[in-house]
């Protein structure tokens, strides 16, 4: 069985300095791992996906996360945050058995930028 | 490649009521999951369809189907409206043998 922990339900930082949002995983298997972030009343979108060729993946918007197997951790890191990246982050991690592709989500931490 | 698109984008529908979701794809995109996310209980799968067959379904009542069509576009159909059924729907897409799903706007249902 596959689950997700989001360890801070609510960060806030200023504008200019970095984020830091912390995800733990549980896996049975291989598993891929997403970050996605949802803007109010939008949908997600992805910001990047781990599959195991690089443990620090890079993403959209200067976003980066780095993959630690012996920690089980995925954490989402940005140096500089800007006020647009106020929103509502989600770590989701993916097994896939015989093309069946089950996703397990995070409960969500709320990025707050403070000007 | 337009994104994925749901319609409506907002709907308001009482008690005892049905409602019918709509859901396209990306191009090419054969599965179409849906979920239900709400504050109290985040993000929860519903099902996935995947050439128009249904693959997976998660811990919901009966009053919520699905359906997918040959072109892919899909919907989600809910029965005997409830209060509790008040949620943006989210539906994503993804291509075959990937796990990455791409996700649509929502559709954000208040049931009164």
């Known amino acids: 069985a596959q689950s997700v922990t989001q360890l801070d339900s609510h960060v806030s930082v200023s504008e200019g300095t970095p984020v830091l949002l912390r995800c733990n995983y549980s896996?049975?298997?291989?598993?891929?791992l997403f970050w996605y972030v949802q803007h109010p009343n939008k949908g997600l979108q992805l910001l990047l996906k781990y599959t195991s060729a690089a443990t620090l993946v890079k993403g959209i918007n200067g976003f980066e996360a780095e993959f630690k197997k012996s920690e089980t951790s995925f954490h989402l890191t940005k140096p500089s945050a800007h006020m647009s990246d106020a929103a509502e982050y989600f770590c989701v991690v993916s097994e896939s058995r015989s093309n069946d592709y089950k996703l397990s989500f995070g409960a969500g931490t709320t990025v707050t930028v403070r000007a | 490649k337009a994104g994925v698109t749901q319609t409506p984008r907002y709907l308001i529908k009482t008690r005892g009521q049905q409602v019918t979701l709509s859901c396209s794809p990306i191009s090419g995109h054969r599965s179409v999951s849906w979920y239900q996310q709400t504050p109290g209980q985040g993000l929860q799968f519903l099902f996935e369809?995947?050439?128009?067959?249904?693959?997976n379904k998660g811990n919901f009542p009966g009053r919520f189907s699905g359906r997918q069509f040959s072109n892919s576009r899909s919907e989600m159909n809910v029965s005997t409206l409830e209060l509790g059924d008040s949620a943006l729907y989210l539906c994503?897409?993804?291509?075959?043998?990937?796990?990455?799903?791409?996700f649509g706007p929502g559709t954000r249902l208040t049931v009164l």
């Open positions: 369809y995947f050439s128009e067959t249904q693959r």
């Open positions: 896996s049975s298997y291989s598993p891929s």
């Open positions: 994503a897409s993804r291509g075959t043998s990937t796990d990455t799903q791409y």
